[in-house]
C-alpha cells in the first residue's frame, strides 16, 4: 500500500491542518491496523469503498471493502480507545487531518450530525460537487493533490476560533500539562466549569476531561517513541499517578500495556503512530 504525508504549505492552513494523508492500494490482499485516541479529527474521503463502521462502549471498528459506491466520506476522532481498520481488497483514501477546534473554521454544521453521516464531505463543502473529488482522485501526484484541497479549504474559511478556546488550548499545550486539572484550567481563564464545558463541545466536540486525558495520553505515546526513554521515566514525565494507572489508561486507550504497545508501535514520516499488521483481523 502506498501512503503519503503532505504537510500544507499556506501559513493560514498551517495553523488549522496538521497533515493530508493519501492511501493507496489496488491489489486484492487485506490488511490490518490500529490507530490510537488522538485529539486531531479525520476527515476521510473514500472512492470506490464501501465503509462498515461501528463505534460503541465495546468496539471501534472500521470495515473497508470494494463497491460499486462512486465516493463516501466520514468523520473519525473523539476516540475512548483503540480505532481497528479491517481492509479487504483495493483503497482509494484522501484524508484532512484537522487540529483541535480547527474543523469549526470551515463549517457551521454540528459535530453530532457531521459524525454521524456517510456524506461528511458534503456536509462540510455543500457547493462542491462530485466533480471536484473526481479530479482529486484522478490526479496522480500527491502534492498536486494536497494542492487542490488547500485550495479547497481556503475557499471555505467561514469562522475564526475564539479567543477563550485559543487560549485554552495554549494552556493546555504547556510543559505541565499532564499536571492540569479542569478547576485550574477554569480558574487560569476565569470561567466556570459549565462555561468551559459547553466551549469545549461545542468548538472540539468533546468534553475538557476527555481532551486532558487524551492529550496527556498522546504526550506519553509520543515520549516513548525514543528508544532511549524508559517507561518508567514516561510515566514520571506524564505525572501517572503510579504504576497500575500508567498501565490501565494505555489498556483503555491503546488495547496494550505500554510495554506491548512500545514493542508493536511503528511511525510514519514522524506524524502517524499506528501498529500496521498484513494479517486482517476478524
Known sequence: ??????????????????????????????????????????????????????????????????????????????????????????????????????????????????????????????????????????????????????HLLLNNIKNTIPDRIRAALHRISSDDTERLTIEQLCAELGLSASTLFRLFKTHLGQNPKSYLKTKRFRNALQEMLSPDTSLSTVAHNAYYYDQAHFINDFKTLSGYTPKELQAKLSVQQNQLVWIYDTRKRE
Open 1 to 150: 500500500m502506498k501512503s503519503v504525508i503532505i504537510y500544507p504549505k499556506h501559513e493560514l492552513l498551517k495553523k488549522h491542518v496538521q497533515y493530508f494523508l493519501f492511501f493507496k492500494k489496488e491489489d486484492t490482499s487485506s490488511f490490518h491496523y490500529t490507530t490510537f485516541p488522538n485529539t486531531n479529527l479525520c476527515l476521510a474521503i473514500y472512492r470506490g469503498n464501501q465503509i462498515d463502521y461501528s463505534n460503541t462502549g465495546a468496539a471501534n471498528n472500521c470495515l473497508i471493502t470494494p463497491s460499486a459506491r462512486k465516493f463516501s466520506s466520514r468523520l473519525y476522532g473523539f476516540h475512548k480507545m483503540p480505532f481497528q481498520v479491517n481492509v479487504l481488497g483495493p483503497l482509494n483514501q484522501i484524508c484532512i487531518i484537522f487540529y483541535p477546534s480547527a474543523l469549526k473554521v470551515f463549517t457551521h454544521e454540528s459535530f453530532t450530525d457531521l459524525m454521524q453521516t456517510e456524506a461528511a464531505f458534503d456536509a462540510l463543502f455543500p457547493r462542491h460537487s462530485d466533480f471536484f473529488l473526481e479530479q482529486i482522485f484522478e490526479e496522480g501526484d500527491f502534492n498536486t493533490k494536497a494542492q487542490k484541497l488547500e
